[in-house]
Structures are given as C-alpha cells and as structure tokens.
C-alpha cells in the first residue's frame, strides 16, 4: 500500500466530490481479522507529545468519475487514551487500483475525524485558508493483503500570534501578499502551510495567524505580482519556537521592489581613457534606461543619495520635505563631478524611504594614468591664456582646486595646481591647509617627495617664476613637480604646485 498523505492529490479529489453525487454507498467492514487482512495502526498525537483520545478514524474505498460516485465503508474505531489506534479491511479484486478504469478516480481515503477537537485549542483543517474543507485525510493506493501499515496524526497545539509587515517599498493595487507560515501537521514530516492574505495595498500592516505551540514555525511573506503567476518569497524566512508567551510578535521585511520603482545611474565622460581631474557627467534613468528630467520613480521616495567610497561627502539629487507650514522637492537628474583618486571607484545612488535603503544602483569608475594628473605632455593641447579650470568634487567639499592647464614659455610647457579657498577663509588658514593638501595630493599621484637644492630645481624648471621658493620635490619618469612657496609685496603668500615635463 502506499500512502499519499494530506493535501497530496486533494485538489483532484476536491473537484469530483463535487462535480459528482455519490449514487452507491454501503458498509463493507469485515467481521473478523485474517491473515489476508490489511492492518493500518497509528497514534494520534499533539503537542509535546500528548496523546489524543477518542478522534475516530475511518477507511473508505472509492471510485469516482464525472457522472458515477461508489463508496464503500471498510473499516471504523476510535483512538485510545494513549491516541492509539487500530484497524483492518479485506481488499476486494475489484478494488485493486492497477485495474483503474480510464476516466475514473479511485483510491482508499483514510481519514481523522477533528470536529470534537477544540478550534481555539488546536490547529484545525479550517485554518488552512487554501484547502478550506481539508479534513484530515491520508489517501492510499492498497495492492498488499496482509501487510500492516502504520500512519501517525500531529494535531498541534495552537497559540494566535501578531504578524507585522515592516514595507517601506510601494505597493501596487494588483499586488497579492500573504504571510505563510510552515509547521508539522498530519505526518510528522511534512511540511504545511498556514496561508493568510494581507492587503498592504489598503495600508494593512498587521495580520493574526495561528502558530504551532511548541514547535517548530517558519514564518514568511509571499507576493503573487500584478495577481498573476506564483507566488514569489519576498521576505527572509523567521525560524522559531513557539511557547506561550515568546515570542510576542513577529515583523518580517517587504523585501520586493517593483521595476517601475527603480533606478539606474549612467555615466559619460569627455575622454575614453578618464584619468583623475577629469570630469565625469552622471544621470539617473528609469529601470528600462529611459532619461526624464522628471521621472516617475522618485515619487516612491523621500530622497535619494549619491555618494562614493571614501568620499567624506554626499549629493542630495532629490528630496521632498514637509514641515507644518510648508512643503519642498527638488529634482536632479543629471550633474557632474571631477574626482581626485586614480583607483577605482566605487559610487552609489541609494533611494530612501522613512529612513531606510530601499534600492540601489552602483557604478565602477575607472581612472587610467597620465603624465600629471589628467595630462599627457606629449601632444597636449597648449592654452593660450591664463585661465584657471576650477576642479571640484561634490563628494569632497572641502578641497576645490584651480588648474591652470599647460602652458608654453620659450617653447617650454609647464601646469599649475593651487588650492581654492573657502568661503571666508583667512589668507593665513589658506596658507597652511593648502601646503598639507598639494603635499598630500603629490605623495599619492607621484610618490614620496626627492631631496632637492634649489640649484638643481632651477636647472631641471625650465619654467620656475624666480620669485618663488621650492619647498618640496616630486619626480617621475615622465614628470617633474616641485611645491612652491609665493613672495610677493602686493599678495599674501600661497602655495602652489608647478609641473613640467620630464627631459
């Protein structure tokens, strides 16, 4: 005999109940056990292993089709005080269900009888929401006369608990979510689940579920998406014992995101081969690539951040803010941003929602070396005038630098690097953070510094304005770079870096 056990092959049998009365029914019990008679014994258990008593179990045989429903009673008892439980039937020839007629359903329903069982007490058919009229039942296929048998029931006990749906993300009307949780019931060893629909559409957050008392509860949130297809696991699984009093609730995380919701950060630069104090152009485009300069998807948001590794900073690139007498957004789609580093980067734009991450997109920067910074002096475009580029950085807000890019003097090419100052910043306080950061910016671009006199600095710069003092020295195989302190009657003194080629 073998044994297909609770819910297994129901739905089946679920449809030709009702498609189909039944139009012979008739006792079949045997009046004697033989050694040709099936035995099925069991015990019917709850929680921590208590026994229960008097449930009757019943075996039937039927045989169903679209327009024909027979059903013989083979056998009935009642568990003991111990749960236990015993029976035995004679199979008949034409009950052998190799001999299934096409067309026709037959099989051996073994079931357990639950309606004395409290509903407040223990976990019922009933609270299974998707198989409403489960009774406890085993189906058999019977093919061995005189074998004994043994199928066991696990009723748990029940204990109510408060299931919190924590789901910062949107939430699209058509959207089915429901909160599953797995236990043992029926055959120790199957799986089966409590399904309960919870509408956060409507602003549900709170559902009450049944929980197996002390045992095992894996509680978990589902989605069907748009009401279509199946189901999908939007949640991390909660694995738990459940007693009478822990744990008092449970919140498990929406972890689903809807594709019209998200985002995607693209970047573009001038040249193929980017290098530090290039500029790099950012812009957000919706998750099919799709640039607006007024997407959709920020109003699922409360901000959304861009940032960087390492980067002390962060860019706000939109935000809504209410307050009691008024309301704020701001929009930005598309912005741009030099850098200082020549690693790679990593930079992020993470959408917020009450305070939390709720999607992210990431991009990689790569920065490929040159001579000085962003500039290769073999070939190099000259200027012809002396305007500064201003280089800055909205990650780093606090260092802004001018670069006045090369130059020619007497067929001589040189660069400078100064440091911008800050809003209100005294000459003096310029004086000194702008020697650390061009000192700190040369040791990470070109290596530790080199021992110089102010003999050899003159004879490797070409370009060197004499009224300036060298203060520190970089070379490389194609750069040479001195910082320099300025003098002057009519300007306070600053310091700035002059760079030649090598050679």
Known sequence: MKTTKFLGMLIAFFVLTALAGCSKEEDDFEEQPTENSIVIKGVATTSNGKPLANVIVKLDYEERSLWYCEVRHKAETKTDNNGAYRLSFQLKDDELLNETDEGSFR????????????KDKYIMPEDFEWVPEFKGIYEFEA????????ENIYIPEKRMMSITIDSDIPVRQNDEYFVVNSINYGDHERKSGLRFSIDLYAGER????????????????????????????????????????EPQSVVLSNEWFPDECKFKLSVQTDNKLPSSFDLFTFKVLDNEGRYSPFPKFTEYYDSIIWSAEAYPDNERIYYKEKTATSSGEKTVTQWASYFYQKEP????????????????????????????????????????????IGIYCRLYKDVEFSVLPPHDKDGHIYAKVSLYPKQGEED????IRAKEVLIGLMDYHLGASKAFDEASIRERFHCLPSDVTPVTFWQTESTYAVLVLTSSDEFPQTYYIHAEPKG
């Open 107 to 118: 099989t051996f329903i073994l079931s357990f009888d639950l309606t004395e069982l409290s």
């Open 345 to 388: 980067l990593w930079t992020y734009l993470k959408g917020y929602k009450n305070g939390r991450v709720v999607h992210t997109d990431s991009l990689k920067l790569q920065f490929y070396p040159k001579d000085f910074l962003f500039i290769n002096w073999k070939g190099t475009d000259i200027h012809l005038t002396d305007t500064a």
């Open 206 to 245: 709170t559902v009450q579920i049944p929980c197996a008392l002390n045992d095992s509860n894996r509680i978990s949130l589902y989605c069907v998406k748009e009401g279509v297809g199946q189901s999908e696991l939007v949640s991390a699984e909660q694995k738990m014992i459940v007693t009478s009093d």
């Open 143 to 150: 093919s061995d006369r005189g074998k004994t048998y043994e």
């Open 428 to 431: 003096a306080s310029l004086a």
